[in-house]
């Protein structure tokens, strides 16, 4: 069998550790160069494969491919673009294939979310009907921990961790002030259907800090929380409020809409955190910080978590792997074996059960007044927080890689995008 080349994409929020996935599947491809040739990375997601715009990994160092495992962000680019359907774009379609066959690609492997595994669906099952076998494999990740089937996602680790040390450091400033000044901290984290990320805060409440979380998979009653902000105010005299990005009232309409959506229709979110805050000042007068995590929480590779790490590289391998094995429309998964000591396994998933298909908080997981996290929640959340993995310092900051994502020639005619 002779050697094809492969192509692999980011998609979606990238994550801390999304190019340890990365890092995974280049230096597992560079190991069976009897069966890929080359990987080629589309700049800027799937778009990169429509537009023609690849970079010819090959030419990176080994070192350099070897620093990905460190470094945050998307190495190649990633973006927000869902394929139609066939029916809706077939030109979409048949111009993957085009872009596939001038460059004698095999392989198929996409790094990202949900959209991302329905694209890759699409892809496995579409390529084989237009003529042009492709095996096309899913690479999880995503911080909201929303995938099916796997225990976990490569990315929540890390923002999980970066979260609940935020949580607690900042509320114990707010404690050390509570006396004369700031009485409530709002901080509000991504999550836009899953509570998952605004869980990792309760994880404060450990140390003796008073949080409430306010979770998308519980309506939002506002005469409710604000008596709970109180009651832990006149208690412990503060109050750390971390709410999900998604929080919405029991007519779904979201705290932080802001009337806009994105690329995929999403609602545009952001600003749940000064809703809250200003519903507390206004209701008791209470002095009041808030603070909108972001970016800064999916991008913390200085605190990623080394679980998150090493099962980030592990999916990027796997991926390879069961390509080479002859596997197609299939994710590899984390499967968990045990909490306490914690061990793991990776495991596989059909795409046809994993794309389009969210993940939720189980009610087990939300405490009965539905503002915390019960310990079987812990229990789940604390090993995937475990272990520091710190990237390389020079003078003081991170030393992270920038690629030289050497453009691959192109052989075809432009393409605009929709």
Request: with cysteine; aromatic share 10%.
């Amino acid at each position: 069998m002779s050697a094809k080349n492969a192509f692999y994409a980011q998609s979606g929020g990238v994550t801390a550790v999304i190019n340890a996935s990365a890092c995974g599947v280049l230096e597992t491809a560079r190991q069976h160069p009897d069966r890929i040739d080359k990987v080629y990375a589309g700049r800027n997601g799937i778009i990169g494969a429509l537009t023609e715009d690849l970079t010819d990994t090959s030419a990176e160092s080994d070192e350099a491919i070897a620093a990905l495992r460190y470094t945050p962000s998307g190495a190649f680019g990633s973006c927000r673009y869902k394929l139609k359907s066939l029916e809706a774009n077939r030109r979409e379609y048949e111009r993957l294939i085009e872009v596939f066959r001038a460059h004698d690609i095999g392989y198929f492997f996409y790094n990202g979310g949900g959209d991302s595994a329905d694209t890759c669906y699409k892809v496995s099952q579409l390529s084989a009907s237009l003529g042009y076998p492709v095996q096309a494999i899913h690479i999880p990740k995503t911080v909201d921990n929303d995938l099916p089937i796997t225990d976990n996602c490569p990315g929540f680790g890390s923002v999980a961790k970066y979260i609940a040390t935020s949580t607690l450091e900042a509320s114990f400033d707010v404690r050390s002030m509570a006396k004369t000044s700031t009485k409530v901290f709002v901080l509000e984290v991504m999550g836009r259907h899953a509570g998952w990320i605004a869980a990792a805060g309760a994880l404060a409440e450990d140390h003796g800090i008073p949080v409430l979380v306010l979770f998308p998979e519980v309506e939002f009653d506002q005469t409710r929380f604000l008596a709970a902000v109180q009651e832990k105010v006149e208690r412990h005299g503060f109050c750390t409020v971390v709410v999900s990005e998604g929080a919405h009232h029991p007519d779904g309409r979201f705290l932080a809409e802001q009337g806009t959506r994105d690329a995929f229709g999403h609602a545009q979110l952001g600003g749940a955190a000064p809703v809250v805050a200003n519903m507390v000042k206004e209701a008791f007068g209470y002095k009041f910080h808030w603070a909108v995590a972001d970016y800064l929480q999916r991008a913390a590779r200085h605190l990623a978590s080394k679980t998150d790490v090493e099962q980030a590289y592990a999916m990027g391998r796997a991926g390879v792997e069961f390509a080479l094995a002859g596997h197609n429309a299939v994710m590899p998964t984390v499967r968990r074996l045990s909490n306490d000591p914690y061990a793991w396994e990776v495991g596989e998933a059909p795409l046809a059960e994993v794309a389009n298909v969210e993940k939720f908080m189980p009610k087990e997981f939300i405490s009965a007044d539905g503002y915390g996290i019960t310990q079987a929640c812990k229990d789940y959340l604390i090993p995937l927080i475990q272990g520091e993995d710190y990237p390389p310092f020079e003078h003081g900051l991170p030393k992270y890689v920038t690629l030289q994502n050497r453009a691959v020639e192109r052989r075809l005619g432009l393409f605009e995008v929709e």
